[in-house]
Each structure stands twice: as structure tokens, then as C-alpha cells.
């Protein structure tokens, strides 16, 4: 199975900060990539998909990028709504694979 | 408006069984592959398993393998998850995940992203 690596495990950041969140396969995915969001009790969200393609819906201050082994998540802006747990995910081999996760939490 | 429920959850003990269902609405159901996604408490993300859209290809983890039956009833939209043998590590919230797909014609094709989940359904293996 292909082993997802996310770092850092947690982050604390300001209304306002850039967050970035990256995200390591253990081989190649090409851009077989997603992100999730999940908040405390809540089922996970769709965000990212492809790599870079954004989910419809989700606001324009998430992007996403990396091909192969290397991915990156990155919030342009922290907003107050985006306290929650991110996770990535390959869909480039079966077994789909979660990375651990991220918290990111207010400072 | 997709909607995914699952239903089934419950205190279970060791060896015991269960039958999780997740019925879907506000789509074509009969056309998008459905997986099955669980959560133990505290902790990350796990796929569990995989329905292709006709039922014809399943897939499943190695931690589930022999133990769990996915299977769907496209006149139902439903998808169901039967698990046998069940232990102290199947502890988890199951969620049930549509595939995103991607059309091609009339046909959409799976693409392993999971765009909607429902809410959850909690399953506790204790004796």
C-alpha cells in the first residue's frame, strides 16, 4: 500500500496567516490527490481534488499543488471557520490512503 | 440536494455481527461507485471498501478482508456493509462516501475522490 505522510501534525496560525500543509506518498501518485476537511463531530468535506482542482464550493483562499510524491495544501488566508483537521488522500492505487492529518488551530 | 444516511450502528460484542446501510438520495445513485470510510475514535481515516456502480467490482482493505460483505441495491439506492467476526478494532464511526466520478458519455467512471459522506453511523465492539 502507498503510505501518506502529512507534516506538520499540527499547526496554530492567526485570522489571517498563509497555512500550508504538505503531504508525502511514499511513491509516485502523478496527481492522483485529494484534500479533506473534517471539524470536530462532523463528516469529512471535499476540498481538493486532482492535485489542484478546487471542489465546487469551497472558497478560493484553499489551493492545492504537487504532482508525484509532493503535495501542499495552503490556506492564503485563515478564516475562523477553517479550525479543523485536514487530511490528504491517494487515488492513485487501491488501497485509498488517508495521511494522518493536520490540526490546525487558532493562535 | 445528495443525501447519504447510514443506519446500523451499535454496541456490538467481540466475534458478534452487524448490517450498516446508507441509503442515498438527490442523484443517480445507480450510476457512481460507493465506498465505505470509518474513523476510530480520536483518530484518522481508514477506506474500508469499494462497490462499483453495477456491483461488479468490490474491493476491500486487508484489515477487512474475509470479514466484511459490501453490496448495493441500485432499485433501493442503498448500499449495505455486513460485518462478520467483528473485534475490539473495528471500533469506529462507518461513514458512507460517494465517488466523484467522472463522465464520459453517459457513463461516470470512478475516480477514488470522495465528494459526499453522510453523517456517520457509530459502531462499538465491546463486551
Known amino acids: 500500500d502507498i503510505q501518506m505522510t502529512q507534516s506538520p501534525s499540527s499547526v496554530s496560525a492567526s485570522v489571517g496567516d498563509r497555512v500550508t500543509i504538505t503531504c508525502r506518498a511514499s511513491?509516485?501518485?502523478?496527481?492522483?490527490l485529494a484534500w479533506y476537511q473534517q471539524k470536530p463531530g462532523k463528516a469529512p468535506k471535499l476540498l481538493i481534488y486532482?492535485?489542484?482542482s478546487l471542489q465546487s464550493g469551497v472558497p478560493s483562499r484553499f489551493s492545492g499543488s504537487g504532482s508525484g510524491t509532493d503535495f501542499t495544501l495552503t490556506i492564503s488566508s485563515l478564516q475562523p471557520e477553517d479550525i479543523a483537521t485536514y487530511y490528504c488522500?491517494?487515488?492513485?492505487?487501491?488501497?485509498?490512503?488517508f495521511g494522518q492529518g493536520t490540526k490546525v488551530e487558532m493562535k | 440536494e445528495v443525501q447519504l444516511v447510514e443506519s446500523g450502528g451499535g454496541l456490538v460484542q467481540p466475534g458478534g455481527s452487524l448490517r450498516l446501510s446508507c441509503a442515498a438520495s438527490?442523484?443517480?445513485?445507480?450510476?457512481?461507485?460507493m465506498n465505505w470510510v470509518r474513523q476510530a475514535p480520536g483518530k484518522g481515516l481508514e477506506w474500508v471498501s469499494s462497490?462499483?456502480?453495477?456491483?461488479?467490482?468490490?474491493y476491500y482493505a486487508d484489515s477487512v478482508k474475509g470479514r466484511f460483505t459490501i453490496s448495493r441495491d441500485n432499485a433501493k439506492n442503498s448500499v449495505y456493509l455486513q460485518m462478520n467476526s467483528l473485534g475490539a478494532e473495528d471500533t469506529a464511526v462507518y461513514y458512507c462516501?460517494?465517488?466523484?466520478?467522472?463522465?464520459?458519455?453517459?457513463?461516470?467512471?470512478?475516480?477514488?475522490?470522495?465528494?459526499?459522506w453522510g453523517q456517520g453511523t457509530l459502531v462499538t465492539v465491546s463486551s
Open positions: 438527490g442523484f443517480t445513485f445507480s450510476k457512481h461507485s
Open positions: 462516501a460517494r465517488d466523484k466520478g467522472v463522465l464520459f458519455g453517459e457513463f461516470i467512471v470512478p475516480n477514488n475522490y470522495f465528494d459526499f
Open positions: 511513491q509516485g501518485i502523478s496527481s492522483w
Open positions: 488522500q491517494q487515488a492513485d492505487s487501491f488501497s485509498w490512503t
Open positions: 486532482g492535485a489542484a
Open positions: 462497490i462499483s456502480s453495477g456491483g461488479s467490482t468490490i
